[in-house]
């Protein structure tokens, strides 16, 4: 366990404790900051005393940087004097372990009938009969391919569903992967059930043909298949119950990130209605990178360095255009509670710049 080196927070009165939901969720471009925003929210939360655990799904680990922490990939403590936990969920590893939790060929004889990379599709091999890199049912991308998002984006949700009811923590602060990954896992619960109905149809497509050859695949493997397909129902209906949580606002709050720039309004745009497709509901919207002295965004004075427009002609530039984008995202977000986070003329990391964050996010 790593404890973090404590700096003395003597410019602002630093958050203890949140009004927030039990689960609290930064989304967003990559390369936003959700992750410090998701540090700061869980470093405040911990301040009262609330068990709060902060995971990064994002393949990118800068979670153990931005809290100057080692963060292993599972739920840690990395603080004595307060009940924070974090963890840096690794898809790479997890992958190696099965994306979905089962074991290699889960599914017996059958996984060899799902052509080349078996389950998840692929380009090699293909069942007798089918073409390169073709199976009976599914063409040219494997029995499954094309039905399934990425093997690493699945393996993170399995270790995320671990993590949603565990009792050791009364809230969950999660860092997102960049939006398109977060949004394909949203819809598991629809693929999953693909799976399974293709499988079952290939089952039943071949049953003929393995009774005819005197159980080549043999009753073991049977067995396994039917396994394999329980443990597939089983993932469906948890990530399932995930879904529900992210759909209620009473225990989810759902937060994009985004930097006062034309393109990221618009990105920040498309995802706010892809989430209320999922009907996933949005309370918060932050601005990032605001390039506006410190003390006007958190309305206190505060000894941190912030930009000089009087003089420095390139600083007055950005900030006119980042007017627009506000102009534009205060229009476009209306209803939403949007907060500003400054740019600072330092990385935000340790306590001191992230209890800053927190603040502004309060």
């Known amino acids: 366990m790593s404890e973090l080196d ?5 410019d602002i009165d630093a958050p203890a404790g949140i009004d927030a939901a039990e689960y609290v969720l930064y989304g967003g471009k990559g390369g936003v900051g959700k992750t410090t925003c998701a540090a700061a929210t869980a470093l405040a939360s911990a301040r009262d005393g609330t068990a709060t655990l902060v995971v990064s799904t994002d393949p990118a680990h800068s979670l153990s ?12 403590r990395i603080r004595e004097d307060i009940p924070l936990y974090a963890a840096e969920i690794d898809p790479e590893a997890a992958v190696g372990e099965g994306p979905l939790g089962m074991q290699e060929d889960a599914l017996g004889g059958m996984g060899e009938l799902l052509g080349g990379d078996g389950m998840f599709g692929g380009s090699a091999g293909g069942a007798a009969g089918a073409g390169q890199g073709e199976d009976p049912i599914g063409g040219e991308e494997g029995l499954l391919g094309g039905s399934m998002p990425g093997a690493d984006e699945a393996a993170a949700l399995r270790l995320l569903l671990d993590y949603v009811d565990d009792d050791r923590f009364d809230r969950v602060v999660i860092d997102t992967a960049p939006t398109g990954h977060t949004l394909r896992l949203l819809e598991l619960p629809e693929t999953m059930d693909s799976m399974v109905g293709k499988i079952l149809q290939l089952r039943e497509r071949f049953s003929g043909m393995m009774d005819s ?6 009753d073991d493997q049977d067995v396994d298949a039917e396994a394999g397909i ?14 529900s949580i992210l759909q209620d606002p009473r225990k989810t709050d759902f937060r994009i990130v985004m930097v006062p720039e034309e393109l ?7 995802l706010l209605a892809q989430l209320d497709e999922f009907n996933i509901p ?6 990032n990178r605001v390039m506006q002295d410190p003390s006007e965004v958190l309305g206190e004075d505060v000894d941190i360095a912030g930009p000089n427009h009087a003089d420095c002609e390139f600083c007055a530039r950005r900030w006119q255009v980042q007017q627009d984008a506000l102009a534009r995202s205060q229009d476009m977000f209306r209803g939403h509670d949007v907060r500003r986070v400054p740019l600072f003329a330092e990385e935000v990391r340790g306590e001191r710049l992230l209890s800053v964050v927190a603040a502004c996010l309060d």
């Not at 940087?65 to 840690?76: C, F, N, Q, S, V």
């Not at 050859?213 to 043999?218: A, K």
């Not at 990221?264 to 498309?270: D, G, L, P």
């Open 6 to 10: 404590v700096e003395a927070v003597d």
């Open 65 to 76: 940087d931005t809290l100057e922490a080692d963060i292993p990939a599972t739920p840690t």
């Open 282 to 287: 949005v309370s918060t919207v932050v601005v």
């Open 230 to 243: 329980e443990d597939l129902q089983e993932l469906s209906d948890r990530i399932e119950h995930l879904r």
């Open 213 to 218: 050859l005197g159980g080549m695949f043999g």
């Open 264 to 270: 990221s309004v618009v990105e920040s745009e498309r």
